[in-house]
């Protein structure tokens, strides 16, 4: 017996770790080969495999039966041993001693299964050691002559996605992407940095203004800046045009004096009037106000209080009421106030962003053995055409420097385009399969896995596995995803990327991604998880059977659909599949779903830029938007829609009987996968006459869409939602409850300017942007 053994953990992962060559040399071998993983569906039957200190080899146990077994089980047989067991043993089984089961003594905690870490083998591209065994048959042993075959991939159990489902989406050029490759050391950087922006605009609101900042109105601050920033960093603003957010300019001052909370009953409702007349008498005593505000405000505060001291009956809508009236009367004197203080809170954020982009940016260059220069202006670039679906092959295209006048660039994404459609440079050089041609002289980056600055080399990213949840580990900096998700990056890296076959840098690009988005969500209780909700799954059925759609234009690696999408990091995202943002993304044809973000000043841009495509395409093209039901007030996007002469349909799905899937669906549990909205949702179809006769939502097509929208029951209550829609007592009010607002937004660029905080918006995805 081998005084090495450690626990059951500590066994298991030495035996699989260890390579088949070398057990021989080790003394004593566990057994001639590896030892074959479990499939899902024992694990899920409640079998683990164990290690028996006493034999001193694994067994396998039920936690459902209490039953144990010296070789694999097989489902449906129970405690029938798998053939070729250790014939010292026969046929008999036993159950696990005591001193197995309580492991290393009475002290020993529960640990969960960790699998060995693996990172991939350059010399092995076929063999993905993070892939399960297959289910129906065991791997022979292995010798030193005959390699061990390559295991079968992971099946998740459920699939929120389908990545067969081929796109009829053809896009035309857009201008160079000038980003760089992601890079762990970069991420790293940009999470301290971003923590560090975010702590600053915490601590600006609480010594200016005294009050917290509105919930996640840094990420709605982040969506509005991406609209219009021309930097080029593709996570922190750094080139926008007005300095002053109109967004985070509009949350903060919502805030003042304090924030308003949802009510339910009378009390409550009178302790927060008083607190507003106090906050609004005390601020207008400490600021630099005219007298004539002071005079107001001063008033309109003590008459306040006066009545509270002598009316006790009244309602809780007396005292709502009484609290509109003092936020009309007050309001604008406190927002000319504190107009200059809450613009210095915008203005010191924007420039930290612009700083920490630099600094991240000259890191980065910092990294590359040969640093690019910025690409010269007029010049076009290389776009990465998508998948050939019968092969799985890629190709490119070399675009000209100088198009020819009256010509257009569209990349079909369908194996047979429709006729047509020209590209430049295609009578010269006729694009050829997995064949990239050399750039010219004058040639801007370009998206991931196609062209680009040469790439500083990749540290090693290790991976191991905790029950269902893969694990992801860089310098101490652990990122968490389930293997579900997992098995899907895999696909869509296998589909989309073109310089890494070998899947040598594959587990430092998912490394990569997962720190993108954990670092956009942010570090407080469910902030950001709201910012990937996406339709449920028989949404997404119905909207293919019926309408065509094959293209999302708001989603990201891991809550897509399809694999097709836009999304809101191309540098991060182009090696999954990404077509970068949508408001850069210019399709010529075909049927697309549009869910994005909750952010009005991203709606607004998204409308413009819909009916710019519907009026230049002559083709087929679809758009179905799905936008919240805010009517008090309405919202600019939701008003030009209706009036657009591309609307063919509407209808409204009525809150409360719909859900959404969770933004945090890579790693919430399955049962919290879906919640209920508390807002009604405008479906929306906008189309060209094309699209119209070739998609029209005709009254059938409408009802098996609407029977898709039924919840299912399993799906928890609303305020168990994952996102924000689960309101906190102290939130901001919902927008379909807000009321309207004096407060004027500097350097508005549209009619926006009188909403008020919109950061109750329950599932705000990832804008691409």
């Known amino acids: ?258 924030r308003l909370a949802r009510i339910k009953y009378k009390e409550e409702a009178r302790k927060l009037l008083f607190k507003y007349a106090e906050a609004a008498k005390k601020m207008i005593d400490s600021r630099n106000a005219s007298p004539e505000s002071r005079k107001v405000v001063k008033w309109n505060a003590e008459d306040t209080m006066s009545w509270l001291r002598r009316d006790h009956s009244a309602s809780k809508e007396d005292y709502m009421d009484r609290l509109e009236h003092l936020r009309k009367q007050c309001g604008p004197h406190l927002t000319a106030v504190a107009k200059d203080s809450v613009e210095g809170i915008c203005s010191k954020i924007y420039q930290l962003s612009v700083e920490y982009s630099r600094r991240l940016r000259s890191i980065h260059l910092a990294l590359l053995p040969d640093p690019p220069t910025d690409p ?16 799985g092959t890629h190709t490119h295209l070399a675009l000209l420097p100088d198009p020819p006048t009256g010509t257009h660039t569209h990349l079909a994404l369908l194996p047979d385009p429709p006729t047509g459609i020209h590209t430049h440079g295609s009578a010269a050089r006729p694009p050829h399969r997995g064949q990239w041609f050399p750039p010219p002289a004058e040639v801007g980056v370009l998206l991931p896995g196609a062209s680009g600055p040469p790439l500083a080399p990749l540290p090693r990213v290790e991976l191991h596995f905790e029950n269902d949840v893969a694990c992801l580990r860089f310098k101490g900096e652990m990122v968490k995803v389930n293997r579900g998700h997992f098995s899907k990056l895999e696909l869509l890296y296998r589909y989309s990327c073109i310089d890494d076959p070998r899947f040598e840098k594959f587990l430092t690009r998912v490394w990569c991604l997962l720190k993108r988005y954990q670092v956009l969500f942010g570090s407080g209780a469910n902030e950001g998880s709201g910012l990937q909700g996406a339709l449920p799954v028989p949404v997404f059925e119905a909207l293919m059977r019926q309408f065509g759609v094959s293209f999302e234009c708001f989603a990201s690696p891991l809550n897509c659909y399809f694999k097709q999408f836009s999304s809101a990091f191309p540098d991060t995202d182009g090696y999954f599949g990404s077509r970068g943002p949508f408001l850069s993304f210019c399709p010529v044809s075909g049927s697309f779903e549009a869910n994005p973000p909750f952010c009005e000043e991203l709606m607004d841009a998204m409308v413009t830029h819909f009916e710019g495509l519907l009026e230049k395409s002559s083709e087929p093209l679809s758009f179905i938007v799905f936008v919240p039901e805010w009517r008090d007030p309405v919202t600019p996007a939701l008003t030009r829609m209706e009036a657009s002469r591309f609307l063919r349909h509407q209808m409204t799905v009525t809150a409360f009987e719909h859900e959404y899937r969770s933004g945090s669906q890579h790693i919430c549990k399955r049962d919290e996968m879906y919640y209920r909205a508390v807002h009604g949702t405008a479906v929306i179809f906008l189309q060209n006459d094309a699209g119209f006769s070739k998609w029209a939502p005709t009254p059938e097509r409408l009802a098996e869409l609407t029977a898709a929208y039924q919840p299912s029951p399993s799906c928890p209550p609303p305020m168990s939602s994952p996102g924000p829609a689960s309101t906190e007592k102290d939130s901001a009010p919902k927008p379909a409850d807000r009321p309207q607002s004096a407060v004027m937004s500097p350097g508005s660029h549209d009619d926006n300017s009188n909403n008020t905080n919109s950061s109750s918006g329950p599932v705000e995805k990832v804008a691409a942007v």
Not at 376 to 391: K, R, W
């Open 376 to 391: 010269p202006t007029g010049t076009h670039t290389h776009l990465a055409l998508l998948p050939d679906p019968p092969t």
């Open 1 to 258: 017996m081998s005084n090495d053994s450690q626990g059951s953990v500590k066994g298991e992962v030495a035996t699989i770790a260890s390579p088949p060559e070398s057990a021989s040399s080790q003394a004593p071998p566990l057994s001639p080969s590896k030892p074959p993983e479990l499939p899902d569906e024992l694990v899920q039957a409640g079998w683990s495999k164990c290690w028996s200190r006493r034999e001193n080899r694994p067994y396998y146990f039920n936690r459902f039966t209490n039953q144990s077994l010296w070789e694999v089980p097989v489902l449906g047989l129970n405690a029938a041993p798998a053939e070729g067991g250790d014939s010292n043993l026969g046929n008999g089984q036993r159950k696990r001693r005591n001193s197995e089961e309580q492991g290393a003594g009475p002290n020993s905690i529960k640990r969960p299964k960790v699998e060995p870490t693996t990172p991939i083998s350059p010399s092995t591209p076929g063999l993905k050691p993070w892939s399960s065994a297959p289910e129906d048959k065991q791997a022979p042993p292995a010798t030193p002559t005959t390699p061990s075959p390559a295991p079968a991939p992971y099946r998740p159990a459920v699939i929120y996605w389908d990545l067969d489902v081929q796109t009829n989406a053809v896009i035309r050029e857009h201008p160079p992407a000038n980003h760089l490759h992601p890079h762990p050391e970069i991420e790293l950087q940009r999470a301290q940095l971003v923590t560090k922006l975010r702590q600053h605009y915490h601590e600006l609101c609480h010594q200016r203004e005294g009050i917290d900042p509105p919930r996640e109105s840094f990420n709605r601050w982040l969506l509005e800046r991406k609209v219009i920033d021309k930097g080029q960093d593709t996570f922190l603003p750094s080139d926008c045009d007005p300095v002053i957010s109109p967004s985070m300019f509009r949350e903060v001052m919502n805030d003042i004096p304090i």
